[in-house]
């Protein structure tokens, strides 16, 4: 099984509050990626990472801002939390390289009240 | 941008029952990925399929890579309760890799 993960996996919030989501893996992977998923629903890449100081935004608009300071850690960041951000995230790292799969942590299951 | 599509979104089957998913890309892809996602769980990857016409199997799994390298398919033998799960293909384009919609298999014991 794949050594990524995600803190908190769970957290319930109030609007307008600051929040980061925190995803390391002891992998080695230069590749990081953060997902949106609704229960059941199909995956939203909204930013990625191709190593250090590498960071892009994804095909989901979102309001979130990540981080990539160190090869082992991407955290994601949530500056003033409003409903419409209740979902699941999704992290994953892979390999360097055109064909390398994806492995995913447990993810963190966010409510905004 | 590229859109990948699959069909059906849901499928309930009888225990023992075949299931086949479908996927189709809105653009040529270099390779398809599959994974499984189990109820409340993360997206695991399954297989890669990268050559035209390519076929793998993974004991009652079968994959399946078109001609084109637009589409693909999953084709499950005789279902299982372990096969509960929401499969994605995902498809690699130019530089990203971008997953389809799911089918979420539901097995009637």
């Known amino acids: 099984e794949a050594d990524i993960y995600q803190t908190p996996r769970y957290l319930v919030i109030g609007t307008g509050k600051k929040i980061t989501l925190e995803c390391s893996q002891t992998?080695?992977?230069?590749?990081m990626y953060w997902y949106q998923q609704d229960p059941g629903m199909e995956l939203h890449l909204i930013h990625y990472?191709?190593?250090?100081?590498?960071?892009e935004k994804g095909d989901l608009s979102s309001e979130s801002t990540v981080s990539r300071i160190r090869t082992e850690h991407f955290p994601l960041t949530l500056e003033s939390a409003r409903p419409s951000h209740t979902s699941q995230y999704l992290c994953?790292?892979?390999?360097?390289?055109?064909?390398?799969?994806?492995?995913f942590g447990d993810g963190t299951r966010l409510s905004i009240l | 941008g590229q859109q990948v599509m699959q069909i059906p979104q849901y499928q309930h089957v009888q225990e023992g029952e075949d299931f086949t998913t479908y996927c189709n890309s809105s653009?040529?892809?270099?390779?398809i990925q599959w994974y499984k996602q189990r109820p409340g769980g993360h997206p695991v990857f399954l297989i890669q399929?990268?050559?035209?016409?390519e076929v793998k199997k993974q004991k009652r799994l079968t994959f399946q890579f078109g001609e084109a390298k637009k589409n693909s398919s999953l084709h499950i033998t005789a279902t299982q309760t372990t096969d509960v799960g929401t499969y994605f293909c995902?498809?690699?384009?130019?530089?990203?890799?971008?997953f389809g919609t799911g089918t979420r298999l539901t097995i009637i014991p």
């Open positions: 994953a790292s892979s390999e360097l390289g055109f064909d390398q799969p994806q492995h």
């Open positions: 992998m080695g992977h230069d590749k």
């Open positions: 990472s191709y190593g250090v100081n590498s960071t």
């Open positions: 653009t040529t892809l270099s390779n």
């Open positions: 399929l990268v050559k035209s016409g």
């Open positions: 995902a498809g690699q384009g130019n530089e990203k890799l971008t």
